[in-house]
């Protein structure tokens, strides 16, 4: 059996959270020594997590949002120890497309599931397990604010996305990759290794995350933005779809990007898949292995 120690790396704003509170004191009953750190400000995850791998922990878990997830994920790209989650955001895109119960006590237990080995995206020095996304789209999602989150949860991004409908602009950009060449104006775009982003919108619907490669999903601007928002919204329409291990991206004004919670902006951007990059504790059947059991 694998050893049962792992350090909870947890965002700050749940240390009084009664749930994990409970789900922590269940594991410790249950064998396991399970050690917890909270995070303060900036850069405390991936400090924590050298921390944890100094010390010789075989697990990691990350209980906090989308953005939590991706700080902890990127500072164990290519650890020997592998990683839980534990989804206490308000979207937790990645975690519902995993499978990934919502349930702290129920997430815990998926430290006794063994690991799988899972892709991450990299642009430039930084990596993401879930999403980039560009456009309107991703202006939604920074602009969403915390407090406005707290109180409607995922419907936040709506109505932050429709009381910004005056803003809407198509990005001009150029796409390469192998075998795949497309320029034009864009209202969003999706490069998934995870299938969704933005509180529940599935801009990469088939995406797993255990194929080496990359999901492109763009959304093309029409002329009518009116239905062209409706379509970004209802999930419907006219999206193009790829799947790459890598793409370049190229926009002369800039493009806007949000990683996993993470701004980032720039006129040449080269996006690529790591294969195997990360052991993750996932349900058997999740929907994002290629090959669940």
Not at 161 to 179: I, N, Y
């Amino acid at each position: 059996m694998h050893e049962r120690k792992a350090m909870l790396v947890l965002h700050g704003k749940q240390a009084l959270n009664e749930e994990v509170r409970s789900a922590v004191g269940a594991m410790r009953e249950r064998g396991w020594t399970l050690d917890v750190r909270l995070t303060w400000e900036a850069g405390d995850a991936q400090r924590l997590v050298a921390e944890a791998l100094a010390a010789g922990y075989s697990h990691v878990v990350a209980g906090g949002g989308d953005g939590t997830l991706r700080d902890v994920a990127e500072a164990m790209a290519g650890a020997t120890a592998s990683l839980a989650l534990l989804p206490l955001g308000t979207a937790n895109d990645f975690a519902k497309a995993a499978g990934v119960p919502l349930e702290p006590d129920a997430a815990l237990a998926l430290l006794e599931h063994m690991p799988r080995a899972v892709d991450l995206g990299q642009v430039g020095d930084q990596v993401f397990l879930n999403m980039a996304t560009g456009g309107f789209g991703s202006q939604v999602t920074a602009n969403t604010s915390e407090d406005l989150k707290k109180v409607l949860g995922a419907a936040a991004y709506l109505i932050t996305g429709l009381t910004r409908f005056s803003e809407l602009q198509a990005a001009s950009v150029e796409l390469h990759g192998p075998d795949f060449d497309w320029q034009g104006n864009i209202l969003a775009l999706g490069i998934g290794n995870g299938r969704q982003a933005g509180g529940g919108h599935e801009l990469c619907p088939e995406a797993v995350i255990d194929d080496g490669l990359l999901d492109i999903s763009i959304l093309p601007a029409p002329q009518e933005v009116v239905g062209a928002l409706r379509e970004l919204m209802s999930g419907e329409g006219l999206y193009i779809r790829k799947r790459l291990p890598w793409v370049e991206i190229t926009s002369s004004q800039g493009l806007d990007i949000n990683l996993d919670g993470e701004p980032l902006k720039g006129q040449s951007l080269r996006f690529e898949a790591r294969p195997a990059a990360l052991k993750l504790h996932l349900p058997a059947d999740s929907p994002l292995l290629s090959h669940p059991g």
